[in-house]
């Protein structure tokens, strides 16, 4: 059989035409790459151009595609937040954590001549990213060429100010840090770089120092506790007096209330007698007066008659009367009016 009537010229064709639209697709892709990329969110772009413009001031924002044709490319720099870690160990966020660099931990020399180390962590953005192109480059250089240095010499001038011993104090700890922080943000600012916040995470002494440091604290705390259980004293003093002070204004004051409460009564008391007293002179003064009226009445004109008429109600009651008939001086009748008269000193004959 020759090699003619072996080859199929079908499938040649087939391979062919795949050679051909692979090609065509291969070129298309490289064609694409090199005129479009995409910006991602969270991340701005700085457009270079090898022959034309140079670096470009204006950055593209992230979430878009782009047009970029030969010779141009598109740096891309983030624009969340960023941090520089200065420890021996990193955190578990720094692991696998593009947007955290792990730098070495910082050594602090004292204004007492002391040696120690420092965790601290430099919060940070991207705030131009053209002065950051411009000036390191592409990629993430900005941060061993500018963060770390900086950060670290205002960490090591501020923080070197303290005694050791002042790294406890959480006032003057945070003030040395604050001045750190303001002195790194003019410098690092100028090549686009934004200081958000430092943080002290950790503070470690020469170990013999560290033994010192923590003897004489622990004897500060002794003294202290001496002296807050002594104003505790003062204290305690100072309620019980003010308390026994309370009960007995309390107890004079319940007394005066009582003292009061008594005189009221009293007065009530010496009132009421005052007018039950009134009351009976008047009643007495009325009677006295009610009786003169009665005497005065008696005595003038018409007594006579009223005094028989008194006299006929006396003997209204009896029912038998015995007279006698001897008519002797000195007897006496009931029925002889006149010498009734006479005998109450009433004269004149009869009515």
């Known amino acids: 059989m020759s090699n003619g009537a072996a080859r199929d010229p079908r499938k040649e064709r087939l391979i062919r035409r ?11 892709l490289i064609g694409f790459n090199t005129t479009f990329e995409y910006v991602p969110p969270h991340q701005v772009g700085i457009k270079v151009s090898r022959f034309a413009g140079g670096i470009q001031q204006e950055p593209l924002a992230g979430g878009r595609w782009y047009i970029t044709g030969p010779g141009v490319t598109i740096h891309l720099f ?6 520089v870690e200065f420890t021996s160990t990193a955190s578990e966020t720094a692991k696998g954590n593009e947007h955290v660099y792990p730098a070495g931990r910082i050594e602090i020399d004292t204004s007492d001549g002391s040696k120690m180390h420092a965790d601290v962590a430099v919060l940070y953005r991207i705030g131009d990213a053209y002065k950051v192109m411009h000036e390191f480059g592409p990629g993430r250089t900005f941060e061993v060429n500018a963060m770390v240095p900086r950060a670290q010499a205002a960490l090591k001038e501020k923080l070197g100010k303290l005694l050791a011993e002042d790294f406890y104090n959480e006032e003057l700890r945070e003030k040395a840090t ?14 686009g770089l934004i ?5 002290i995470r950790q503070y470690y002494y020469n170990q013999d120092y560290q033994k010192q440091i923590e003897q004489r604290k622990v004897q500060d705390q002794l003294v202290f506790t001496q002296q807050s259980r002594a104003e505790a004293a003062k204290e305690d003093a100072r309620r019980r007096k003010i308390a026994a002070e309370g009960e007995a204004s309390v107890a004079v004051e319940k ?20 007018k039950r007293a009134e009351g009976d002179l008047l009643v007495t003064l009325a009677t006295a007066r009610g009786s003169e009226l009665e005497n005065a009445a008696i005595e003038g004109a018409g007594s006579d008659n009223l005094v028989a008429e008194r006299m006929a109600e006396v003997l209204g009651g ?18 002889d009016l006149e010498s009734l008269m006479k005998m109450f000193g009433r004269g004149g004959g009869a009515p």
């Open 78 to 83: 983030p624009t969340t937040l960023q941090a």
């Open 255 to 274: 007394q005066r209330g009582e003292s009061d409460i008594q005189k009221i009564r009293a007065e009530a008391d010496m009132q009421a007698r005052k």
């Open 178 to 191: 604050q001045a750190a922080m303001e002195s790194m943000r003019p410098p690092l600012k100028e090549s």
């Open 18 to 28: 795949g050679i051909f639209f692979g090609a065509i697709g291969l070129a298309v």
């Open 318 to 335: 009896l029912d038998t009367i015995v007279l006698s008939d001897t008519g002797k001086a000195g007897s006496f009748n009931p029925l």
């Open 195 to 199: 200081v958000e916040y430092v943080l």
